[in-house]
């Protein structure tokens, strides 16, 4: 659940900042009567996510075990791909998204698109929404834990959008890159993990040699544990220790995609994932500037706000 929430709320929040920084502009250039667009917009995009996951969790019953698996572990990685890249994303355009969002607002209402304004905020919200729910159905997948998963991630949301509700009235005031500094260090370790489990579906599968291949080394009639199992063997079993389904295996699996059993190809794309995007996300950071406009570059603000002067580099 804790997972879960705290991606509900990373999520969350950037769509939330994202329309409140649209709203807030359209108001200030007394365009209210475009704001009921802009609302279709996000309602659709809202749809389109929650339409996904539905498709995701109910078509997968008429499959057999093996191409749920296969899906499963293909939609895993193009979460993972889709994570990473909004990290990164994040990092390179967060001072520059208000000035980005407005001049597409403002090349709709130049235009006389108006339904542009639509697409807009389908867009804005669409890639996070998608983005989420590919995470939260591959977390759901690994866990086993459906209602504890959903409901973590439904909490995450609400406090989402209460949280950029108060941060658009004023109301409370966040540091935004320590924020999603740390969430983005987190989403880093969870996609880690969530590769991981990509790789075990795979395996399963029959797409990736593994421990369930015909290539798996086999000593004393099971599949050979620690270096006598590399490279398509288990890396460790750790079971006897910590339950699969225990507590704690749970709570390890979530923060750092540690499962009681791994095999070498989970260990290796696990460790490489980690040495290569934990670098570049930490060089990132180091990259970003100290000036006061950088630590909160996409708080929106009441629209009777001048929107530039909150923001301070604009």
Known sequence: MLATFLIGLRE???????????VAYLRRIDRRDVLPRLWIGVGLAVALAVGIGAILTFGAYALTFEAQELIGGLLSLVAVGMVTWMIFWMQK??????KTLEGGVDRALATGGLWGIVLIGFVSVAREGIETTLLLWSMVQSFGDTPSAL????LGLAAAVILGWLLAR????LDLRVFFGWTGGFLVIVAAGVLAYAIHDLQEAGALPGPFSALAPIVGGTVAVGAAGFPFGWAFDLSAAIAPGSPLAAILQATVGFMPQMSWLQVIAWALYMAVVGTLFVRGLGRRPA??????PLTPVPHHADLSHHQGAS
Not at 12 to 22: M, P, S
Not at 170 to 173: A, E
């Open 12 to 22: 969350g929040l950037e769509a939330a900042l994202v329309v409140g920084i649209l």
């Open 170 to 173: 004023g109301m409370v005031r």
């Open 151 to 154: 409901l973590g991630a439904l």
């Open 93 to 98: 355009t967060a001072r520059t998204m208000k």
């Open 291 to 296: 000036r006061a406009s950088a630590s909160a």
